[in-house]
């Protein structure tokens, strides 16, 4: 065999093996979303009544999960990586000390008792359209 072809099958074969073990990250369950470097996975679920949503950091970088206020139906919690009551705090918190963050595979959780759409996005990297939707049926 040339040296040139087993280099190249060589690393072919270890890109292969190598491949699960770069993201660290298990396949996503029923009802989470994953984060990569600049979108939630899936950007809009629907889901039902009474629905617990988990999004889990499926990426190296830090993101936040933070519900746009005046994009939540009028009855329902606010809801914010952190635990903060409103949009402001979930941003105000951010900008002064990075507080709220998820690191690589940390994972928040909202149980959605309203029906309707919910509008959600990653403080750092909302410009860059990481922006989601869960629909409460």
Request: glycine share 14%.
């Amino acid at each position: 065999m040339k040296r040139r072809t087993l280099l190249a099958s060589l690393g072919g074969a270890a890109s292969v093996g190598l491949a699960g073990c770069l993201g660290g990250s298990e396949p996503l369950a029923d009802n989470e979303i994953g984060m990569s470097t600049r979108a939630f996975k899936p950007m809009s679920k629907t889901v039902e009544t009474g629905t617990t949503v988990r999004w889990r950091n499926t990426d190296r970088g830090v993101h936040t999960v933070t519900a746009y206020g005046d994009d939540i139906p009028d009855e329902a919690e606010y809801f914010a990586t952190g635990g903060f009551d409103s949009e402001q705090a979930a941003k105000n918190a951010w900008y002064n000390s990075t507080d709220g963050g998820l690191d690589p595979e940390e994972s928040f959780e909202y149980t959605f008792e309203v029906p309707g759409e919910y509008g959600y996005y990653c403080i750092p990297h909302e410009a860059a359209g990481m922006v989601g939707t869960v629909v409460v049926e």
